[in-house]
């Protein structure tokens, strides 16, 4: 493929961060339809656009492959970000100014240097500038992938699985070496969210006289307090264990990080030298329990007859619903349980692809092209992104990317959803040659095997 220009993916970059399409969870934020437009302009397409509420746009553009029955390729991006605390950012969150070699901005890794890079190498077969896929490329830029993609890909996959073609996919999330020079990191699994909202009732009263009330705000805090100090089921997965014996890691702490007994230990020495990658470890590692979310009483004088409190709860694949539960009645017991309600906003399992097939050697080709070793080093992620809803479907799903390094894989961690997030020049070039590479390789391979 002739280069992309440095310019022409930066600026794309910079206008997608500029859009703000800001995804709070409520239904009316997220306006991604501003970088739907973005995109109509930049490919000089309209696109199949859906729109199930209001400024929820997600797109799909479509290049028609060559062979009928060929397996599709499919692009897919986000464009929605989360929301930010400008007071804690170095520059402003929203304007993508360059500074230092890096375009600071919220979505800068997460991940519209991924959307941008996969639009850029698009637009050169839906211009004829690259010949034709066997199997259809298909670019699908999704709202909502930031709150579950009620308004994204889970609108699509029920109501539009036509757009969105289940045989390979790329997204996110893409990361930088986690030791220089080993293998390139190649999302292959995620946990799965459970995500639920607490509630607790109480009786209103005047809060002058509180003796023996009955507080559903204290009632709630004490579950959280309880939930909070108490101790994460382990599961270490196979994913885990082919994450940490390639990525580099010493023998020793390597056979503690797989070995349920040793492994909070091992999780607590890491965290001295890399908090990050302690995080990161845990994650992987644990169901885990986050508050996020504490909403409850009218006024100061009241006595709150309400409480509710978000729980974001991340299953390891192989866990499920039922850990969840187990976990919650150990914690707080049947008796206190029994009292509170508890609500399903979003849920479903962890799932991982294969390491291996027609795309995966894509991407080794280009791995090989770009970083001069086709090592690939499969991973787990602790987050969870629209790859479940394809996987569901059957679709192998990767993420990937290459950076320069100018920013360690903790670091990088640290700024999915935090301050100052940011992403080097010369990572979104590496980034847009290394997937367009691995595009042109995938039509080589299939065109070579038929
Ligand atoms: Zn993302």
Redesign the pocket.
């Given at each position: 493929m002739a280069e992309i220009a440095t310019g022409e993916v930066v600026e794309l970059l910079q206008t997608l961060i500029r859009n703000r399409c800001v995804n709070d969870g409520n239904d009316d934020s997220g306006h991604e339809h501003r970088s739907v437009t973005t995109l109509q302009q930049y490919l000089g397409a309209e696109g199949e656009v859906v729109e199930p509420h209001p400024g929820r746009q997600s797109v799909v553009f479509t290049v028609p492959g060559t062979t009928p029955g060929a397996p599709s390729l499919l692009l897919l991006p986000?464009l929605d970000v989360v929301p930010v605390t400008p007071s804690g950012w170095s520059w402003d969150p929203f304007a993508a100014e360059v500074h230092d070699g890096f375009v600071w901005g919220r979505g800068a890794i997460?991940?519209l240097n991924i959307t941008a890079a996969m639009a850029a190498l698009f637009s050169r077969y839906l211009s004829g500038a690259m010949p034709p896929l066997p199997g259809d490329l298909v670019l699908a830029a999704v709202a909502d992938?930031?709150a579950g993609g009620v308004f994204g890909v889970g609108w699509l996959s029920e109501h539009r699985p036509d757009l969105l073609p289940a045989d390979f996919v790329l997204t996110?999330?893409a990361t930088p070496h986690v030791v220089p020079g080993g293998g390139l990191p190649v999302t292959v699994a995620e946990k799965g969210p459970s995500w639920k909202v607490l509630a607790t009732r109480g009786t209103p009263g005047h809060a002058s006289q509180p003796y023996r009330s009955d507080n559903a705000l204290v009632t709630l805090a004490e579950v959280i307090g309880l939930l909070d100090a108490a101790t994460e089921p382990v599961a270490v997965s196979p994913q885990w264990v082919t994450f940490v014996t390639g990525a580099g890691f010493s023998d020793d702490l390597a056979s503690r990080l797989v070995d349920p007994d040793r492994l909070d230990e091992a999780i607590d020495e890491l965290a001295a030298s890399d908090a990050p990658v302690a995080r990161f470890a845990h994650a992987c590692t644990h169901l885990t329990v986050a508050p996020t979310v504490f909403t409850s009483g009218t006024k100061s004088n009241v006595i709150p007859d309400s409480a509710e409190a978000h729980l974001d709860m991340r299953l390891v694949p192989g866990q499920g619903e039922s850990d969840v539960v187990d976990h919650l009645r150990k914690v707080l017991g049947p008796g206190r349980l029994d009292r509170i309600e508890v609500i399903d906003k979003v849920t479903g399992p962890g799932n991982a692809s294969p390491a291996d097939g027609v795309l995966w050697e894509a991407i080794g080709d280009a791995a090989e092209t770009h970083t001069g070793s086709r090592e690939r080093l499969p991973m787990l992620i602790p987050?969870t992104?629209d790859a479940r809803h394809l996987r569901g479907r059957g679709a192998v799903s990767y993420g990937v990317g290459l950076f320069d390094d100018r920013m360690g894989f903790g670091e990088m961690l640290s700024l999915f959803h935090g301050n100052d997030e940011r992403v080097s020049i010369g990572s979104l070039t590496a980034t847009t040659a290394l997937l367009a590479t691995t595009v042109a390789r995938f039509g080589d391979r299939l065109a070579e095997a038929t």
């Open positions: 986000h997460d991940m992938e930031e996110e999330i987050v992104t």
